[in-house]
């Protein structure tokens, strides 16, 4: 009687066993009826504002697709946490992401320090990472190892020499300074400059500040004085926006007023809200269609926006989240009904300068990563951004 | 010349910082001195502070009636947290009261980006900080003035609240004993939650003024706050012209410090300070050596 109870146990077990593993879907992330994705992003913090932005325009989007029925007949599930902008926390709700929420892959990811900091995680487990919202650079010499990597997100490094060109071609600069971040985002800026004023030293190009800030900073009227006493004629920002906001600011107040030049992290038009007068005549790059500047842009925002009216206040940030997951959702419906992780990284090598609604010119091959290694420059004026030049390429690095 | 008005300038910088963290620091030390209590939902308070009076603004509601309706709310709230959670845990020791006012602190982040979301707010102010005076070449903002008035007039009106009326002196008897000062027939629950109301309200103000200059939101407090903790350290948790003088000194140290020295160790010196002023006077600098009779 004992060795029947004990087949009947042991059957029960393996059958048990047997049901489990057929409930469990045959790829991470993937079941026939869902795809999950999600983030960790600053929805707290000092850069919340990118981060409150870029997740509410990725979520915005995916609902809108879900209730066109998504996509062969799958619809997205995305989860997105909060780091505060702090790598550690990234690197916990990253591996919470994937081996907790078994998520498909991870969109996005917000500052560059972070990037960093998950980046090997990302590699070892296999995680399809679609356009990390840091500065590309970080990538460049990983080619073995970037198979599940897409990024159409530019460097800091590259755009930084870009800025320094077109300030030094178009904009007389002579003596540059640099406002920047205290981290890996702030110092690739720093670097760009540098290569670019050194690119155009024979042009009169010099720098002559380099004065940073720690996220944390509450004030930057130090600062303010700091560049000042620099006597740069050009100034160059990669900051937050509440600290850029603050530096354009408190130069205004001591009467300094050089040419400001920044970032395309501080595009968005919150920037006309947070900084007044002093975001005017302001000379940035962009990787995409500023809000107002493309009909097709603005047909997507006006969708999304009509899914959370809040993403109004932060209209370009919002468009870069729809940008950031708009290649991933082309490779899908590329790679057809029988989804696996292998077809959609197949399907995404076949995207050969694809335009998607917001994002242009993308590209990915076997070989390259980098879908997108193009800038032009774009002036704020009343409120406004008018684009000033044509596109301007650089070379890909991975 | 330029040097002397770039000093100065970096000096004029450090004093509107400084009284900023001046009203924080008056307010942590008149709690410290009369519960013994380190509040560290002392920079939350502010904040909150902050969001209802620009709520009220929202609301069209006059600028003056806007921050006196925030000061007496976020009063209230301090009142009401002394009474309905510290004092029900009094037996608890002062470690489980600092942690307490952790939690607090944690309730009351979580609250403030829940109802206003994580959002940067521009909070309009009466006062310009881009209209500026030249002083011997020496620039101060309609603000940094307004600033720096507003935190000397409540140190003032706090100073003498605390030592010239019957209520200030009933805190004091109830900071230094409270059994002799309830034997005496002072309300000791009474002057304990006017205390914790008037400490808000003093970090309220702080979170008003700070608001217009860095931007409101929910994590606005996050360094001024440490920065106010820290001067109050530095001045002597238990003196109130310490705080004061706390509070400017870091203001006037990390800006000069960070215009000829490093700005990527601004932060470092608010602590390198800090040991230094405990090595020399564990007290801090105007605090009174604390006795215990066993």
């Not at chain 1, 070892?124 to 650079?137: L, R, Y």
């Amino acid at each position: 009687m004992r060795t029947v109870s004990r087949y009947v146990l042991a059957v029960v077990a393996v059958l048990g066993l047997a049901v489990t593993v057929a409930g469990q879907p045959a790829e991470r992330g993937i079941t026939p009826t869902e795809i999950v994705l999600g983030t960790s992003m600053p929805m707290s913090g000092q850069a919340a504002l990118w981060g409150v932005g870029v997740g509410g325009g990725v979520d915005a989007w995916l609902r809108i697709i879900n209730d066109q029925g998504g996509i062969n007949g799958r619809k997205f599930r995305f989860l997105i946490r909060d780091d505060a902008y702090l790598p550690p926390r990234a690197i916990a709700n990253v591996r919470e992401l994937v081996e907790r929420d078994g998520v498909l892959g991870v969109i996005s990811s917000i500052g560059t320090a972070n990037c960093f900091a998950v980046r090997d995680f990302m590699v070892e487990s296999k995680t399809m990472w679609i356009i990390p919202a840091c500065g590309a650079d970080i990538w460049a010499g990983m080619k073995e190892r970037n198979r599940y990597l897409f990024v159409t997100y530019p460097g800091y490094v590259d755009e930084g020499i870009y800025l320094t060109k077109y300030a030094v071609e178009n904009l007389k600069a002579k003596k540059v300074a640099v406002f920047y971040q205290n981290d890996l985002y702030g110092q690739q800026g720093l670097l760009g400059v540098k290569r670019g004023v050194h690119m155009f030293q024979a042009k009169g190009a010099k720098l002559v500040g380099q004065v940073s800030y720690e996220p944390t900073d509450a004030e930057v009227a130090a600062q303010a004085l700091k560049l000042k006493e620099s006597g740069a004629d050009t100034l160059i920002l990669y900051a937050t926006p509440r600290h850029g906001a603050l530096i354009v600011r408190d130069i205004l107040k001591l009467g300094y007023r050089p040419t400001l030049v920044s970032t395309f992290t501080l595009l968005d038009p919150v920037m006309f809200a947070l900084a007044g007068e002093a975001w005017n005549d302001v000379y940035l790059a962009s990787y995409m269609p500023v809000p107002g500047m493309d009909p097709k842009t603005d047909a997507v925002l006006a969708a999304i926006t009509r899914v959370n009216p809040a993403l109004a206040r932060s209209p370009f940030n919002a468009l870069a989240g729809v940008s950031f997951i708009e290649p991933f959702l082309e490779g899908i419906r590329r790679a057809g009904p029988n989804l696996t992780k292998e077809r959609i990284v197949e399907a995404m090598e076949t995207i050969r300068n694809w335009d998607g609604e917001v994002i242009r010119g993308v590209t990915f091959t076997k070989d390259s990563r980098q879908g997108i290694n193009r800038l032009f420059m774009v002036k704020s004026e009343r409120g406004q951004y008018t684009k000033l030049t044509d596109w301007y390429t650089y070379a890909r690095k991975f | 010349m330029a040097a002397v008005t770039n000093l100065a300038q970096y000096f004029v910088g450090g004093l509107a910082t400084g009284s900023l963290y001046a009203l924080v620091a008056l307010g942590i030390v008149l709690l410290y001195r009369s519960s013994r209590v380190l509040n560290f939902a002392h920079g939350d308070m502010a904040t909150l502070a902050a969001f209802i009076a620009l709520t009220l603004l929202w609301m069209k509601i006059p600028f003056p009636a806007a921050v006196a309706g925030g000061l007496l709310a976020i009063a209230v709230v301090g009142a009401s947290f002394f009474f309905l959670i510290l004092r029900p845990a009094k037996e608890s020791t002062l470690l489980g009261k600092l942690v307490v006012t952790i939690g607090f602190a944690l309730v009351l982040t979580g609250l403030v980006q829940i109802v206003w979301g994580t959002d940067t707010h521009v909070f309009p102010f009466p006062l310009s900080d881009t209209r500026v005076y030249k002083v011997g070449g020496v620039v101060i903002s309609q603000m940094s003035l307004g600033t720096i008035a507003a935190g000397i007039f409540l140190v003032t009106v706090l100073y003498l609240l605390v030592q010239r009326t019957k209520i200030g002196l009933a805190m004091r008897a109830v900071a230094q004993d409270v059994s002799a000062a309830q034997a005496l027939g002072i309300p000791a629950r009474k002057i304990f939650a006017l205390t914790w109301g008037l400490a808000a309200a003093l970090g309220g103000a702080a979170g008003i003024l700070l608001a217009p200059v860095v931007y409101l939101d929910p994590f606005m407090m996050l360094d001024p706050f440490l920065k106010g903790f820290a001067a109050a350290v530095v001045g002597g948790m238990d003196s109130l012209p310490g705080a004061v003088t706390g509070g400017f000194l870091l203001g006037v140290a990390e800006s000069v410090f960070a215009g000829y020295v490093s700005f990527k160790f601004k932060t470092t010196l608010t602590f390198v300070i800090i040991i230094l002023v405990l090595l020399v006077r564990p007290e801090g600098l105007l605090g009174r050596e604390f006795h215990r009779r066993v």
